[in-house]
């Protein structure tokens, strides 16, 4: 999914995994509170390394009511999808729910 992500648009994932939240950033690199990414982090076999994934849950959710405790172990489905920010591509699964 990481190596040809184009591969994978439009197919439903399911992962499981610790609940993250991440803040985007200013242009002055400062935290942007406002901006929060969710993400299910999966650890490898021997985990000591992790990878994220971001999901946008469907509907109308707001943070914290409709979301887990950081760290909180997750199951999330979607439909895998690229967009681009910054100049930059990334990976997330749209349309999510928490199963």
Known sequence: ????PEEYVGKTVKMDGQFGLYCGTNPDGTPNEEQL???CVIADATGCCSQGLEFVLAGDKTYPDDYPERGDYISVVGTFDLYEENGSKYCRLIDARLV
Not at 1 to 4: C, D, E, G, N
């Open 1 to 4: 999914m990481m190596v040809t």
């Open 37 to 39: 990414y969710y993400a």
